[in-house]
């Protein structure tokens, strides 16, 4: 049985061969960034050339450096290469790191060379979330926060940061960001509420290829930029907006109101799993658009059950359908009111995928529904509620 001591250098080896992974993964991406032109090349010789050159550089790490240095210099790179077009670039938008090693191991260097400015960096959890709790304007402009899940103290912190993101801010795309390939891992992180994973370790093909390891993070950083332009904007600020009309104006049971966008938080999350994902799939064994329709319905319906309980019309939401309620409640227009009763059938066609044939007894699959719908049920459930609230808390004339 091995002693304390050796646990502890068996530890120590263990971690040592994790950074040296992710310091070469971060070379390789910028090996990616300069064979897509995306970043000078020059600027990359220039960069491994000082490193290379460094007293501090271990024989592992100048051996990989000089390859990639010939590797770099070899013309036929630029010949294989395509034109600057596509290059990266966040604008105003920042980008957020959690990571203990972000520095030592290159990659705030290099990430700075790759998206043109430096990331706003924490070595630790407790130094971010005294942050989040100082500056109520963190997250404003920040497209994504990059979190380790082997951060110091616990090899789970990163996992209850993910957890307490995930539930404050919702909005705010959290992505794995680690070495670490280990399956439970990656399953936490994303049952923790993660938006992407990416792994500071090429497999074989990127590592052999490196472009196809920049290629894969341009596509997240770019995912990131459109999630930020389109969803945020679209789906997002209206249901933060309906909730603080929620709060600032009791209308019947403030609890119960709340719940309405609760509901609609959740259906959020659902929205931006992005089911392209390469981990995601394996591990969220569900049908994202069944839950947002799902989910939205449910919003609908506790929406009309504060109509209807204030106004006396039912004591006890049990017995009555959706589609009596929705008739029920006054307050909608006609439009609205065929709206809330296609948002309801689609939320039955999720709940209740496989019927049975009453005569027959034959099993009957009822249509799929597609992202498209759930996102039409949900961006329609949240303007029917906030248009309906405005009025049941108008000033009586």
């Known amino acids: 049985m091995a002693t304390l ?13 994790h950074s040296l992974k992710a310091w070469k993964a971060a070379f390789r991406l910028l090996e990616g960034a300069a064979i897509e032109c995306h970043v000078g090349k ?4 220039e960069l491994v050339n000082d490193k290379i050159n460094s007293d501090d550089l271990i024989a592992d790490k100048r051996i990989f450096l000089e390859k990639l240095y010939e590797e770099v210099k070899d013309k036929r790179i630029e010949r294989t290469g395509k034109k600057a077009t596509g290059k990266l670039s966040l604008g105003t938008k920042e980008l957020i790191i959690v990571d203990d090693e972000v520095i030592t191991n290159g990659w705030a260097e290099i990430l700075k060379l790759i998206l043109g400015k430096e990331c706003k960096i924490y070595r630790n959890t407790f130094d971010f979330q005294n942050e989040i709790k100082t500056n109520p304007q963190l997250f404003d402009n920040v497209i994504g926060v990059f979190v380790d899940l ?12 993910m957890r307490f993101i995930s539930k404050k801010y919702s909005h705010v795309p959290v992505i794995g960001f680690s070495g670490t390939k280990s399956v439970s891992f990656i399953k936490q992180a994303f049952e923790s509420g993660i938006w992407d994973y990416f792994i500071k370790d090429p497999n074989e093909d990127e590592f052999k290829e490196p472009v196809l390891y920049y290629q894969n993070f341009c596509k997240l950083i770019n995912r990131l930029l459109d999630y930020d332009s389109k969803y945020t904007c679209q789906y997002w600020k209206p249901i933060t907006a309906l909730e603080n009309k929620l709060i600032s104006r009791k209308y019947y049971d403030i609890k119960l109101q709340q719940s309405i966008t609760d509901k609609l938080k959740i259906a959020y999350k659902y929205l931006i799993i992005d089911e392209v994902n390469r981990f995601a799939p394996d591990f969220l064994q569900i049908n994202k658009a069944e839950q947002i329709t799902n989910l939205a319905g449910q919003a609908l319906e506790t929406f009309c059950n504060v109509y209807l309980f204030e106004k006396g019309a039912i004591t006890d939401e049990r017995g009555l359908s959706l589609r009596d309620k929705i008739d029920m409640t006054k307050i909608f227009t006609s439009s ?19 019927v049975l044939e009453r005569k027959t007894g034959r099993l009957v699959k009822k249509k799929t ?23 049941i808390t108008a000033p009586k004339k």
Not at 42 to 45: A, E, Q, S
């Open 150 to 161: 082997k951060l110091p103290v616990s090899e789970k912190t990163g996992l209850a940061l």
């Open 42 to 45: 020059n600027k990359v010789i």
């Open 369 to 391: 529904i597609q992202v498209a719908d759930a996102e039409w049920a949900l961006l329609t459930t949240i303007q029917i509620c906030d248009v309906a609230f405005e009025k």
């Open 5 to 17: 001591n050796e646990l502890k250098k068996q530890k120590i080896i263990e971690r040592a061969l």
């Open 336 to 354: 609205q009111r065929s709206d809330a009763q296609d948002i309801r059938m689609l939320r039955n066609d999720g709940i209740h995928q496989e």
